[in-house]
Each structure stands twice: as structure tokens, then as C-alpha cells.
């Protein structure tokens, strides 16, 4: 008898290999659901908090809220329970999960391989500085999911096309614009794909400009936001690292002007673009680098130990890979978040590194397989890997 179950449960997880990753989700959200205190409170909770339950009763949200729609909206909903922030947590695990499975098939596309993308895909899924953020009553984890999600959907669109995978795809756009801030540039981002990769999708061009009248409208509808946030004071105060002024770099003050938001920025990098370039490369590499003088030693030791090379293997698999759809779409949300990090600085905690991450591992592992070319591989790797011998 158990033999069959045992022959049963092979062949289920050889036509769906991704229920191991998914496994290696679930003991890693038991395991930390059973040593975290959570629902964790910190840094943004109390404003999503306090506007979401703002939303529930009908008063305004505050100059915050729109760019936090998604968060407040649910937590408002969730508020006619006892177990609100429970069930906001619930929410984004079991949305966590879809994205591991989402993942896996963005790695399977990239590295071609089985054996791989379950690899890169555990190494996400079961990666604790990734999930703990599910636990955290912000935004970042269940951001960090939609657009995994919307990136996969994106690139299945621009493959297969279709109107209804269309507008799934872009009702994951909004849930994801809508999210958090760093969403207000996934249009743009999207749009340059469509104008840059070659797809057979229907109505493209007009598709394309929808999505830069999309940003232009999320610009307008957000600069309360943006002058709320009074982003200017980014590259004024010369800080690399989020509320940490042991790393600064010298920039000089800005000129008087009624400039507020976003064109207070544009006013200050043009005045002043090779000192404010220099802090934006600045503030990207300590992103990237994920080490900062404050956490331990152990931390910092492994971040340079594992996502240092991780990072290199990942230039090396862009720079063998050929030009391809999935390709143009990792390396535009890449480049718009990091340049979000560039304009404003580089987090306190991982929660923004945790957003390129994704794009980081896949084409990492990508990089291995090519370093590997002599391991025995599927026809469909050996093919993509063929064709940059």
C-alpha cells in the first residue's frame, strides 16, 4: 500500500515540481510563526493602521493613503473581525505562497532547467530575511509577492497573449501600484518592456501609451505624497543609509525655489548631477552589498558569503544569457527600484533589498548552470545554454 502512495506522490511532484519549493515555504512560515511574536508592529504600522481605520469610517486617509491603498483597504475590511492584523497576516502568507509557485516558473523560464529553478526558488521561499516581512503589519511583504506574481504574468502576457491573461495581468499591476510607493513605477517600467521587447501582443503601442498615461496619472494623483515626503531633504542631508548618519557623503545645499515633490528632485540632480550621481551609485552598491555597520557581525559576514557572489553570478548570467523577453522584464524592474533606492537611500532593514532579490537569484542561478555547462542538464537547458558556447 505504501508503496503506491509512494509511487503516486513521485509522479504528482514530477508534473508539479514546484509543490517542493512550496514545501520548503510552509516549514519555513511554521517555523517562523512559531518563533516570531507576531503579528510584528514597527516602523510604518501605526500609519497603516491608523489610515486604514480611517478608510473603515469613512474619514480621509491623510496624504499616505492612496499610495497604501491596497494595505488599507484590506486591513479596513479586516477590521469588522477580532483577529484584524491575524488575518492581514494570514492574507499575505497564503499570497506568499502563490508566489512561490509564481517563482518557480519565472526561474524555470530563466534557467531552463528543473533541477535549477527548484534550487533558486528554495533559496527564495526559505530564505527568513524573505518571509519574516509576511509577518509584519507594512506593506513590504505583501509587495514583495505581487510583484513576483506580476512579473511572471507579465512575461506569460507578452508570450502567450490573450485578453483575458491581459487583464489579469494588469489587475495585478494595480494591486501592486497601489501596494506601496515603489508600485507608482511599475507602469513606466512596464511600459519601456513593451516598447523595447519583441512581443506579438495585441494592440501594444496603444497598450504602451495607456501605461505612460497611467504614470503621468499616478504622478498627479500622488504628489501629495511625494511633497508630504519632502524628498528633496534625500540628497540634501547626503544620507546613504536610511536613518543612519554615521554614512553621509558631502552635498551641497539646495537653491530657494517653490519646487515641491518629485520636480524639487529633478530641480536638484540637474543643478547638481555629478555630486548627486555619485550618492544615488553610492546608495545602490550598500543595497546591493546588504551590509550595514550596525548588524552583526554574522549577518554581514553571511550577506558578503552568499549574496556578494550571488550577485556577481547574476551579471555573469545576464551577460551569457541571449536577449529574450524575461530578460528585458528582470533587469527594468530591477533598474527601477534600484533607481527609487538611488533617489531616496538605501533601507535600514533588507525590506528593499528583498524587492530586487528575486531578479538577483534567479539569473544567479542562471550564472551557475552556465559555470556548470558539464553537468548533465534537460534538452531544454542544454539548448539554452548551447547557444552561448
Known amino acids: 500500500m505504501f508503496g503506491g502512495y ?32 507576531w503579528p ?20 480621509p486617509m491623510g496624504p499616505t493613503g492612496l499610495a497604501f491603498l491596497v494595505p488599507h483597504w484590506l486591513l479596513s475590511i479586516a477590521s469588522a473581525y477580532s483577529l484584524q492584523t491575524q488575518l492581514y497576516v494570514a492574507l499575505q502568507l497564503v499570497i506568499s505562497g502563490v508566489a512561490t509557485v509564481a517563482f518557480f516558473q519565472l526561474a524555470l523560464m530563466v534557467v531552463g532547467n528543473t533541477g535549477w529553478a527548484i534550487l533558486a526558488t528554495c533559496f527564495w521561499s526559505m530564505n527568513p530575511l524573505v518571509q519574516k516581512w ?3 503589519i507594512v506593506s513590504d511583504g505583501l509587495y514583495q509577492s505581487l510583484l513576483i506574481i506580476y512579473a511572471y504574468f507579465l512575461i506569460l502576457t507578452l508570450t502567450k497573449g490573450g485578453k483575458l491573461l ?15 510607493p515603489h508600485g507608482r513605477l511599475l507602469p513606466i517600467a512596464t511600459a519601456c518592456v513593451l516598447f523595447v521587447a519583441p512581443s506579438s501582443l495585441q494592440y501594444r503601442r496603444l497598450l504602451t501609451i495607456g501605461l505612460i498615461v497611467l504614470e503621468i496619472s499616478l504622478i498627479l494623483l500622488n504628489q501629495r505624497y511625494s511633497v508630504h515626503m519632502n524628498m528633496v531633504q534625500h540628497f540634501e542631508a547626503g544620507r546613504v543609509i536610511w536613518g543612519f548618519d554615521g554614512l553621509t557623503l558631502s552635498m551641497p545645499p539646495s537653491h530657494p525655489t517653490s519646487s515641491t515633490g518629485m520636480a524639487s528632485v529633478i530641480e536638484y540632480t540637474t543643478s547638481y548631477p555629478l555630486q548627486s550621481a555619485r550618492l544615488a551609485v553610492t546608495r545602490i552598491l550598500v543595497e546591493i552589498g546588504h551590509i550595514r555597520p550596525f548588524y552583526s557581525f554574522g549577518h554581514n559576514l553571511l550577506s558578503a558569503i552568499v549574496y556578494w557572489p550571488l550577485v556577481l553570478l547574476a551579471m555573469l548570467g545576464i551577460s551569457k544569457s541571449s536577449k529574450s523577453i524575461t530578460k528585458t522584464v528582470c533587469l527594468a524592474f530591477s533598474f527601477f527600484h534600484l533607481g527609487i533606492v538611488g533617489i531616496t537611500h538605501a533601507d535600514w532593514d533588507g525590506r528593499w533589498f528583498i524587492q530586487v532579490l528575486p531578479f538577483i537569484v534567479v539569473w544567479g542561478f542562471f550564472g551557475i548552470a552556465w559555470l556548470f ?13 548551447a547557444r552561448d558556447r
Open 6 to 37: 509512494e509511487l503516486l506522490m513521485r509522479r504528482f511532484v514530477k508534473g508539479h515540481p514546484w509543490i517542493v519549493p512550496l514545501c520548503g515555504h510552509v516549514v519555513i512560515v511554521f517555523t517562523l510563526a512559531l518563533t516570531l511574536g
Open 40 to 59: 510584528i508592529f514597527g516602523g510604518d504600522s501605526s500609519r497603516i493602521l491608523g489610515e486604514s481605520g480611517n478608510l473603515a469610517s469613512g474619514a
Open 134 to 136: 509576511n509577518f509584519y
Open 166 to 180: 491581459t487583464g489579469i495581468t494588469f489587475a495585478i499591476l494595480l494591486a501592486a501600484v497601489f501596494c506601496r
Open 373 to 385: 555547462k558539464s553537468i548533465p542538464l534537460n534538452n531544454k537547458s542544454a539548448k539554452l545554454l
